[in-house]
C-alpha cells in the first residue's frame, strides 16, 4: 500500500491513512502490513470479535512507543456499532466498538490496533459470558512447554467434569484453553468455576502451578488466571496479533501440537503472519467450535 489507498469492504470505501508507517521496526511491518493480515484472515477472526465489544490495544507510534488500551470508542464512522458498557462497581457507563465485518477491521487497523480483545459477553446480552478462559503464564524459569504441560492437565480435569475446551498460544509467553459454553449461565458462575478448576490443579501439583495472584509465588510456576472470567475483563481474539518487537499471533492450535511442545519432541513455531496464513489455509479455523459448542458447568 502507498499513499493513503482506500479499501472497500462490505460495499464501504475505508481511507487507510500513512500505510506505510512502520510499526514493527524490527522486521519492517507497516501499518499497510497490518490492514493486509487483517484483510486476509477476516473469514477465521470475525466469528469470534463479531457482536462483541472490543478492547483496541493500540500502537500508533509503533511497537517501541507509547501504546494503550481503549474500550471507549474512539472517534468513528456511523456505520461502526457500538454497545453501552456500565460498570456498578465504579459507576463509569460508556460506549464500546463492535466489529461486525471485514470494513470494521479495516477501520480498527488504520488506527494502528495491533491487538483486539473481545469480551467474554454479546453486545446483545453483556451479562452472559458464552464461555470461559483460563489464561495459563509461566513464571521464570517456567516455559511455554511448562504451561502446555499444564494446559493437558487442565484439558484432562474439564473432561471428567464433560467439558470439552481449546487451546490457543497467547501469542506472548503464555496459553489460552478455551472452554465453550453457548448455554444460559452468569458470570459469577462461571468465574466461581475457573476459580474452583485452578485452585483443584494447584492442589494436584503445589511444584508447579498457583492459582494466587500474586507475582512473588509465580516464579517457576505455571500460574493459572480464573480471573479472566469477568464482565470487565477481554481476552485477545484467536488470530490477532500481538504488539512484540515482531509481529506474533495468538493462534489455535490441536491438542497434539500441545503435547508435543510439552514434551519437546517439536519445537515451538513463530506464529507470524505468513504462518497463520499457511495454518488457515491447511487447518481452517481450529477453535470455530467456540461458537457454536453447547456445554454445562459441571461439579
Sequence with gaps: ???????????????????????????????GDLVAYYLDVAEAVLPHIRGRPLTLHRFPYGVYGRHFYQTRTPPHPD????AVMHYPRTGKTFEAP???????LVWAANLAAVELHPFLGRADDLDRPTGLVFDLDPGFPASLADACAVALDLAETLAATGLRAWPKTSGLKGLHVHVPLNTPVTFDETKAHARTVAALLARRAPERVVDRMT?????GKVFID?????PGKSTVAPYALRGLPTPSAATPATWDEVRAWANGSAEFPAFGPANIRARLARYGDLV?????TQQALGF
Excluded at 79 to 82: E, G, N, V
Design 288 to 292: 470455530a467450535p467456540l461458537n457454536a
Design 1 to 31: 500500500m502507498t499513499g493513503d489507498p482506500t479499501v472497500r469492504a462490505n460495499g464501504r470505501a475505508v481511507r487507510v491513512s500513512t500505510p506505510g508507517r512502520v510499526l514493527f521496526p524490527d522486521v519492517p511491518f507497516t501499518k
Design 226 to 230: 480464573w480471573s479472566q472470567n469477568d
Design 98 to 104: 463492535v466489529i461486525d465485518d471485514t470494513a470494521g
Design 79 to 82: 456505520w461502526i456499532r457500538t
Design 215 to 219: 507475582r512473588a509465588v509465580r516464579a
